[in-house]
Every structure is written in structure tokens, then in C-alpha cells.
């Protein structure tokens, strides 16, 4: 009886260790995880005979009737430190053309209107990124702006948007670095910044490339109220140089990716909610 009982465990530690031997050369590079592919969001971009002019506002008239894209954004993990109190997420965005202009929408919940730069205090902001070049399909990630080639950036700032719409610029909460302290009493003022508009067009050619281009194309204008920002960007359909500006060919594919900075919980720069690239439908 002995005898059949050590038998009988021999066989098991035998068999065990064989299969502990074929599971580790097997899975020696890792476990296989079934990974869900996920569905790319699609934004439509149709034609309506409509013009906004922003001096004007935002016409909310016009987007109420245009189809809705509910886009997910993730918190950048790139820059420490690396909290999630300022994720902003999901955002609402929606496009139409009218074969002159192209208009994008974006409309997101934040609780405070967040326009004014000063120690501590950082402004609200929102980004567009087109990718640049004749091979226009993107790889997965946007991580960082014009980390995987060329790409044309809109970015808008509310503390800009202040500016340029109701000329309110600041002088006495800002500290130093932003504005020299005398420039009032200077005949000639050279450290104020006037801005042309209330988004930078911008080009990032690689990591810490970004650059604003010698003509700024895109108008945006953005409204706060009651916890949520609404905004509107418009360019030319058209691009001045294909090489420098997004380019929308109707029926052609055209992705873009979105960036939200919530100024109160201390967003500037990397530190932003982040989305995946969005494919863009003209139509």
C-alpha cells in the first residue's frame, strides 16, 4: 500500500512538473489577454447654408439641430506629477460646413470659469490637433502634441478669449513674469502680448516643437456659463499651405484629437484631460 501511495505522488510531482514546464515556456513572454478593439469615434462634419460670425456669439441656434458626438478623454500621465482631480470628461463636439468656412463645437462641464493668470491661478483652455502630411492615418496614441509627426494645433485659452473679445487685458493679479511692471510709462511698449485672436494656430513638427504660425487663420470664441463652457473654432475650409494647415477634402479620410485644461485644479501645459483621435467626416 506504501508503495502504491509514493508511486502515485511521484506521478503527480511528475505530471505538475511538467506542466509547470510547458505553461512557463508557453507564457515565458507573458500571459495573452484578450484585448477589445475599440470603436473609433466619428465626428460629421455636413453642409448647411450657415455662417456664424463670432463677434456676434456662438449661435446656439445653429448647433441645436446638428448631430452630437459624445467624446471620452483620458488624464495626461506624461508630466508629474500625475493626478486625476482635473480629468474633464466626457466632451460634447459637433462640426458643419457651409463649402467656405468650417465650424467645430465643443461644450464640456467645469464648474468654474477659469480666465484670470496669476501666482497659482492658470486659465481654461481647449485644443484641436489635425495630423500633418500625405499619410494622414494616425498611430493610437496623442500623448503629446506632434509626438508622432507634423500636426496643426487650435488653441484656444479663455484668458486670451478675454483679451481679444471684451479687451480686458490683466495687469495688477498677474505676477511679473508675465508682463514687465513699467511698460505704461514706456513710449514705446514691447513686452505686451496683443493677441490676433482668441485661438493660436500652432504647428508641431516633434515633442517640444510647438510653434505659432507666422498667419494665424483660426477665429474661436467660447461662453461660460451655469458650469459649462461652449465653444466655437472657424477656419477656411480652404488651406493657405498644405503643408503648414489641416486640410478637410470632402469624402476623404481626416482625424483630429481633442485637449481640455481645467485652470482651477491647476492644468497648464502637459497636464491636460486628453482624447483619442476622432475620425472627421466631411460631408
Not at 448647411?48 to 471620452?72: D, F, H, M, R, T
Not at 514705446?188 to 494665424?216: C, M
Not at 494647415?245 to 483630429?256: I, L, M, N
Request: include cysteine; glycine fraction near 6%.
Amino acid at each position: 500500500m506504501k508503495k502504491i501511495t509514493a508511486i502515485l505522488i511521484i506521478a503527480f510531482l511528475v505530471i505538475g512538473f511538467g506542466w509547470l514546464v510547458f505553461y512557463g515556456l508557453r507564457y515565458s513572454r507573458g500571459v495573452p489577454v484578450v484585448v477589445e478593439e475599440k470603436t473609433r469615434p466619428a465626428l460629421e462634419a455636413p453642409f448647411i447654408e450657415e455662417n456664424i460670425y463670432l463677434a456676434k456669439g456662438i449661435s446656439p441656434q445653429v448647433w441645436e439641430k446638428l448631430p452630437a458626438e459624445k467624446v471620452e478623454l483620458v488624464y495626461q500621465v506624461t508630466v508629474l506629477p500625475w493626478p486625476q482631480k482635473g480629468l474633464i470628461s466626457p466632451i460634447t463636439v459637433k462640426a458643419f460646413h457651409n463649402k467656405k468656412d468650417i465650424y467645430f463645437y465643443i461644450s464640456w462641464q467645469d464648474n468654474t470659469e477659469d480666465y484670470i493668470l496669476a501666482a497659482n491661478r492658470f486659465s481654461d483652455a481647449c485644443a484641436i490637433m489635425f495630423p500633418l502630411g500625405k499619410k494622414i492615418e494616425p498611430k493610437p496614441s496623442t500623448l503629446l502634441m506632434g509626438f508622432l509627426g507634423k500636426a496643426n494645433i487650435w488653441h484656444w485659452k479663455a484668458s486670451i478669449d478675454r483679451e481679444f473679445w471684451l479687451k480686458d487685458f490683466p495687469e495688477d493679479k498677474a505676477y511679473v513674469d508675465f508682463y514687465y511692471p513699467f511698460e505704461k510709462e514706456e513710449t514705446l511698449a514691447v513686452s505686451k502680448d496683443i493677441p490676433q485672436s482668441a485661438v493660436r494656430d500652432l504647428l508641431a513638427i516633434r515633442v517640444g516643437t510647438i510653434t505659432p504660425k507666422e498667419k494665424q487663420q483660426v477665429e474661436g470664441k467660447g461662453v461660460w456659463n451655469a458650469g459649462v463652457w461652449e465653444l466655437v473654432f472657424r477656419r477656411s475650409l480652404n488651406p493657405e499651405d498644405v503643408e503648414l494647415d489641416a486640410v478637410f477634402p470632402s469624402g476623404k479620410k481626416q482625424y483630429c484629437a481633442f485637449a481640455i485644461w481645467n485652470g482651477s485644479k491647476g492644468d497648464r501645459g502637459g497636464k491636460k484631460s486628453i482624447s483619442d483621435w476622432v475620425e472627421l467626416r466631411i460631408r
